[in-house]
């Protein structure tokens, strides 16, 4: 059952992508499954045990210009949803 309100675009490939911490203490590489205005499912390379994933960003730019704020949706495996954060929010995206 498809649960965004808005369009997704699929990378059959993936896109490669970077997960790194609010304050920069950790960084992963990851695939970006498919995204939308409002979040993303990652794919991702490499453990995520004991990372503080509450709040990250994903790095859309080899030089970290492009990115998005996230907060964690689900954790399915290897696979993770995320909904972007907008500037100034403060509560969550699914607070009911």
Known sequence: MEL???????????YDAHMMA?????????????ISDTGAKLGVEGSIDGLPLKEFFL??????????RCELAWVNGDNLGVFFKRAGEKNSQRSA
């Open 59 to 68: 790095l859309l730019s080899s030089t970290g210009l492009a990115f998005r």
């Open 4 to 14: 965004r309100k808005s369009r997704r675009v699929v990378f059959e490939r993936g």
């Open 22 to 34: 609010i304050d920069g203490t950790w960084r992963r590489a990851c695939k970006i499954q498919d």
